[in-house]
């Protein structure tokens, strides 16, 4: 767990370099002429290149370390059965959750990643917006609004729900946010039932 935290601490600082080398070329191609901006992307894209291939090289070894861990590989396969979430959802999640041994409610974690909001209180009242836990991973809450993203994006269940309460006037990120928790629930409950995701699994009566 500790190399496979290292190596996801290693993808994300070279994902934020990715994006800062990309940046100039996109800030700048407005507002300078068109030799300089050229020179730019060629000083640039060898970078960009070299950290694309540092990439695909951290991503291979992830990989290599979960296949060769059963229970690993065994949570990865189930966490990434649930449509909008991806690899690098399912390995953050290992390493937040220390595979599921430190967090396995659905509640907590969607507080740990900073989805489920909380109230300003005083006494009964409630005073302004609900805002999120200011100490959630924000890494993870990040991935899964991309999940959220991807999963209102691609025909389904999901896309159904975002359309429907946005039709019916709810604001976009809170619609977003209670997607982003549905994942959450449907990613500890396959890891709970040890089975991957079925859209037409409903818990059986006690």
Known sequence: ????AALSVLRQRLLLVHQQMQQPIKEQQRFIEPSLQRQLIKSCQAWLNAIKIDLKNVDKQIMELIEADDHLKQLFHLITSVPGVGGATATELLV????????DDPKKLACHAGVAPFEYR???SVRGK???NEHARKRLKTLFHLGAMSAICVKGE???YYQRKVGEGKNKMLVLNAIR???IHRVCSVVHRGQKYDKNYTPALA
Do not use: C, H, P, Y
């Open 181 to 183: 928790n549905k994942l």
């Open 158 to 160: 999901l896309q159904d």
């Open 122 to 124: 005083s006494g009964s």
């Open 1 to 4: 767990m500790q190399k496979l």
């Open 130 to 132: 609900t805002r999120v």
């Open 96 to 103: 937040a959750t220390e595979e599921f041994k430190a967090i």
